[in-house]
C-alpha cells in the first residue's frame, strides 16, 4: 500500500485560538520528527484567521495509524476537541472510513449542542414573557 494524503483545512472556535495555535507549534514538531511523516504542513487562512489549512503525507498506512494514535494521547488531541475538520483522506480505504465516522460524529455533536443552546434560549424567552 502507499502513501496515505490528508488535505483540506480545520476550523478553529474564535476563543480557542490562541490556546490551540500555542499547541500547535509543538503539534507541528512532533509530528514532523515522526517515522514516516514525509510532509507536515499547517498554514492560518489570511482571510478567516481562525482557519488553517492542512496537508499531511505518511508513508504508509501503519505511519498514519501511529500518527493518529500519537495524537490521540496528546496536548493537540486535548486542546483540538472543539475544532471542525474538513479534511479528506486518500491511500487507505479504511482509515478514510473510519475517519469519516468519527467526522460525522462531530458535525452530530456540534449541531446537538446548537439545538441544546436554542431550546435553553427558548425556555429563557419563554419565563421572561409576559403573560
Known amino acids: 500500500m502507499g502513501k ?10 474564535e476563543n480557542e485560538l490562541e490556546v490551540v495555535t500555542t499547541a500547535l ?12 511523516c ?3 504542513e499547517v498554514t492560518q487562512s489570511s482571510e478567516l484567521s481562525t482557519r488553517f489549512t492542512v496537508y499531511e503525507e505518511f508513508t504508509d498506512k501503519a505511519a498514519f495509524e501511529s500518527h493518529l494514535a500519537r495524537v490521540k494521547a496528546s496536548e493537540w488531541g ?27 460524529a462531530w458535525h452530530f455533536w456540534f449541531g446537538l449542542s446548537s439545538v441544546f443552546t436554542v431550546v435553553k434560549l427558548s425556555v429563557v424567552v419563554a419565563y421572561f414573557t409576559p403573560k
Not at 496515505?4 to 472556535?13: A, E, T
Not at 476537541?81 to 487507505?92: E, F, L, S
Request: aromatic fraction near 6%; glycine fraction near 8%.
Open 4 to 13: 496515505v494524503i490528508l488535505s483540506g483545512y480545520i476550523d478553529i472556535p
Open 25 to 36: 507549534e509543538k503539534h507541528i514538531e512532533l509530528t514532523r520528527n515522526e517515522a514516516g
Open 38 to 40: 514525509l510532509i507536515f
Open 78 to 104: 486535548r486542546v483540538t476537541g472543539n475544532v471542525k475538520p474538513h479534511v479528506q483522506y486518500r491511500g487507505t480505504e479504511r482509515i478514510t472510513n473510519n475517519l469519516k465516522v468519527i467526522q460525522h
